[in-house]
Nanobody, 116 residues
Framework: VQLQASGGGLVQPGGSLRLSCAASGSFFVINDMGWYRQAPGNQRELVAGISRRGATNYTDSVKGRFTISRDGGKNTVTVYLVMNNLKPEDTASYYC?????????WGQGTLVTVSS
């Protein structure tokens, strides 16, 4: 399973970004997908997750501002993270993941910088 993330960049406080992560390869079912982030000097934290059936969960600091979704079909699934009202404390490298048959796969990080 290969994961390709995109969509990071520099944005001013209050701005928006959309991250995408495309999963491809030979698999039957992708279960949970989601996003973690890691800021310099901090531990990696779960930002948002979404199950195969669409159930979502968010860390408290992003509730009401971030929205996770997914779509796709056979052998290709994409997870999105729409981030609104971004704050400087959202600055981090964002990593997507996908779980297939109890194994977690990771995408490369995409950097989000929120600064004026």
């Amino acid at each position: 399973v290969q994961l390709q993330a995109s969509g990071g960049g520099l944005v001013q406080p209050g701005g928006s970004l959309r991250l995408s992560c495309a999963a491809s390869g030979s698999f039957f079912v992708i279960n949970d997908m989601g996003w973690y982030r890691q800021a310099p000097g901090n531990q990696r934290e779960l930002v948002a997750g979404i199950s195969r059936r669409g159930a979502t969960n968010y860390t408290d600091s992003v509730k009401g501002r971030f929205t996770i979704s997914r779509d796709g079909g056979k052998n290709t699934v994409t997870v999105y993270l729409v981030m609104n009202n971004l704050k400087p404390e959202d600055t981090a490298s964002y990593y997507c993941y996908a779980e297939v048959m109890a194994r977690r796969y990771w995408g490369q990080g995409t950097l989000v910088t929120v600064s004026s």
